[in-house]
C-alpha cells in the first residue's frame, strides 16, 4: 500500500516563504505522480497540481500556476509544495495524493498539512 | 468557482437511497474525462471512492455505486447508514484548463 506522510502544521506571517512536504517510498516515488489539493477553511476542494517525480514533469492548474511551486527530491523520496511570499488567502488544508496518470484519480492520500498565514 | 456542479446538500433517513449528481460540461464530463467520487469525513483526509466512472476500489461496500451519463454523473448510496454522513466530491478534467483536474463543489450528506 502507498502510504504519504506529510510534515506537520505551519504558522506564518504575509510574505513569508514556506516549503512543505510528502515523503513516500522508494517506489512509490518512482512509479506514480504526486498531487496537492488544496483545501481552504470550510471549502471544498481544489486541484492545484501533480509532478511525476521520475522525470520532475510537473502541471498547475492554471489559476495557481506562477502562485506555488511542485518540486520533488528524488534522493530523500519527497515531493514539494513550495510558496515564494505567502498572503493569508493561502490559509488552508494541503494535501498530497498519488495517481497513477496526470489526469487519473488520487487513489492514497496523505494526511494533510494546515498552513495559517496571519498579517 | 468549480466547473462541476453538485447539490450543496442531500439528506436521508437510515435505509434509504440518495443520489448526488455532478453536472458538468462538453469539456470535462463530456468530453470522455472519467468521473471520480470521494468522501471526506469530518477531520479527515478524503478517501477515493469510485473511480473511472463506476468502479469501486477495494473495501468499499457495493452500497456506492456511480453512473454517467452526456455532461453528467450521479453517485448513488443504498441503504443508508449513519457512517455514511461526509462530504463527498466528484472529480474530473477539463480541457478548457488545459486538461487540469477539478473537483465538484462538493455535498453534504446528512443521515436524519
Known amino acids: 500500500e502507498v502510504q504519504l506522510v506529510q510534515s506537520g502544521a505551519e504558522v506564518k506571517e504575509s510574505g513569508e516563504s514556506l516549503k512543505i512536504s510528502c515523503k513516500t517510498s522508494?517506489?512509490?516515488?518512482?512509479?506514480?505522480?504526486i498531487g496537492w489539493v488544496r483545501q481552504m477553511p470550510g471549502k471544498g476542494l481544489e486541484w492545484m497540481g501533480i509532478?511525476?517525480?521520475?522525470?520532475?514533469?510537473?502541471r498547475y492548474s492554471p489559476s495557481l500556476r506562477g502562485q506555488v511551486t511542485i518540486s520533488a527530491d528524488r534522493s530523500i523520496s519527497t515531493v514539494f509544495l513550495q510558496w515564494s511570499s505567502l498572503k493569508v488567502s493561502d490559509t488552508a488544508m494541503y494535501y498530497c495524493?498519488?495517481?497513477?496518470?496526470?489526469?487519473?484519480?488520487?487513489?492514497?492520500w496523505g494526511q494533510g498539512t494546515l498552513v495559517t498565514v496571519s498579517s | 468557482q468549480s466547473v462541476l456542479t453538485q447539490p450543496p446538500s442531500v439528506s436521508g433517513a437510515p435505509g434509504q437511497r440518495v443520489t448526488i449528481s455532478c453536472t458538468g460540461s462538453s469539456s470535462n464530463i463530456g468530453t470522455g474525462y472519467y468521473v471520480h467520487w470521494y468522501q471526506q469525513l469530518p477531520g479527515a483526509a478524503p478517501k477515493l471512492l469510485i473511480y473511472d466512472n463506476y468502479n469501486r476500489p477495494s473495501g468499499v461496500p457495493d452500497r456506492f455505486s456511480g453512473s454517467k451519463s452526456g455532461t453528467s454523473a450521479s453517485l448513488a448510496i443504498t441503504g443508508l447508514q449513519a457512517e455514511d454522513e461526509a462530504d463527498y466530491y466528484c472529480?474530473?478534467?477539463?480541457?478548457?484548463?488545459?486538461?487540469?483536474?477539478?473537483f465538484g463543489t462538493g455535498t453534504k450528506v446528512t443521515v436524519l
Open positions: 472529480q474530473s478534467h477539463d480541457d478548457r484548463l488545459s486538461g487540469s483536474g477539478v
Open positions: 509532478i511525476y517525480p521520475g522525470d520532475s514533469d510537473s
Open positions: 495524493a498519488s495517481t497513477t496518470e496526470p489526469r487519473g484519480f488520487f487513489d492514497y
Open positions: 522508494r517506489h512509490t516515488f518512482s512509479t506514480y505522480w
